[in-house]
């Protein structure tokens, strides 16, 4: 299978775990980011994620980073997958891994994934995201072991030169509005609204949900990109994922840009009254959350060209960054 060697990982899981039968796998997402895989010996299930395939940009597609955040904050009221373990020797499958047991339950990633779902049942869903994004900025660092997780102070202006240097390393092709919108930001970036926990790309099929109702949430995943960080560049990142510009990037429809989630003044509001947190003015954030999918789109769609993505409708990818740039211009002038 693309991505795994399951003989080697069955001797490795053999030896880490024990008591491991015959491993099958299956290929859960595959080449937009990290590839996730879903484990089985027909007793238990876990599930292992990896880089994707093909050159990697520095700092991005940490599986130590992953895997240490997951099992920090297993005890915090967060909900969260049970880490098992993380493998930095590439002699297994080529590159580090993680695993995590499986859990139960329904993951909402296009559009199609809400039409049995009433409007009713939509709304609480995306609520319980804004409460769970608010639950994870409320959690203190020091006291599940992640105060050493990352710098406190200067999030933003980091974020900013970081995601300028992954697009000095993906970019295909000139794209105007994304030096415009990158020297608007270096320009105007303000000091950090606090310091917490971030996930670093929160959204719905970020998330897995109660199997008989969506309004629970049973784990948070994908936490590569997790750190210390401003919370509200968090939120706005979440909001940023409502514009149907970022349909193209996960190839189709995507549950997150339906007009039944609740609207970006929506979700403000939520997550001011259960965090406690003033959102105040978000347009910075707001604007950086779009360059930071703008930047990943483009490294995405440069996996696609350079033929290193596995699965399917990665096509349309590099259509979106000149929308979102856009989008990140209009967001930053408000």
Not at 227 to 246: E, I, M, Q, S
């Amino acid at each position: 299978m693309d991505g795994l060697d399951l003989p080697k990982l069955q001797a490795f899981l053999d030896a880490e775990v024990g008591g491991i039968g015959r491993l099958h796998a299956e290929l859960i997402c595959g080449g937009r980011s990290n590839l996730t895989y879903r484990l089985t010996d027909g007793r238990s299930d876990w599930v292992l994620r990896r880089p994707p395939l093909g050159e990697l940009t520095p700092s991005a597609h940490d599986m130590g980073r992953e895997f240490r955040v997951v099992a920090a904050l297993r005890d915090s009221g967060v909900p969260v997958a049970r880490a098992v373990v993380h493998c930095e020797d590439p002699s297994v499958i080529g590159v580090p891994f993680a695993v995590v047991e499986h859990v139960a339950g329904q993951v909402l990633r296009t559009r199609s994934d809400l039409d049995g779902l009433s409007d009713a049942d939509v709304r609480r869903c995306g609520f319980a995201l804004v409460d769970t994004l608010a639950d994870l900025h409320a959690v203190d660092p020091s006291a599940v072991g992640l105060a050493e997780f990352g710098r406190v102070g200067g999030y933003l202006r980091r974020q900013v030169r970081r995601w300028y240097d992954q697009w000095g390393r993906v970019a295909t092709r000139e794209v105007p509005d994304v030096e415009t919108l990158h020297a608007r930001l270096a320009e105007t970036c303000p000091e950090d609204s606090g310091s917490a926990i971030v996930h670093g790309d929160f959204r719905v099929d970020n998330a897995i949900l109660d199997a008989d109702d969506v309004g629970v949430v049973r784990a948070v995943v994908d936490w590569e990109m997790a750190t210390l960080g401003d919370p509200l560049a968090d939120l706005a990142l979440h909001v940023v994922y409502r514009d149907p510009a970022f349909d193209a990037v996960l190839g189709g429809a995507a549950a997150s840009t339906s007009d039944r989630m609740p609207d970006a003044d929506a979700i403000v509001a939520r997550y001011a009254a259960r965090s406690g947190r003033d959102g105040g003015s978000l347009s910075f954030a707001l604007a950086l959350g779009y360059f930071k999918v703008a930047v990943i789109a483009e490294g995405i769609h440069a996996r696609f060209e350079a033929g290193h993505t596995v699965g399917e409708g990665f096509e349309r990818v590099g259509e979106a960054v000149e929308h979102l740039a856009a989008a990140g211009l209009r967001a930053g002038s408000v």
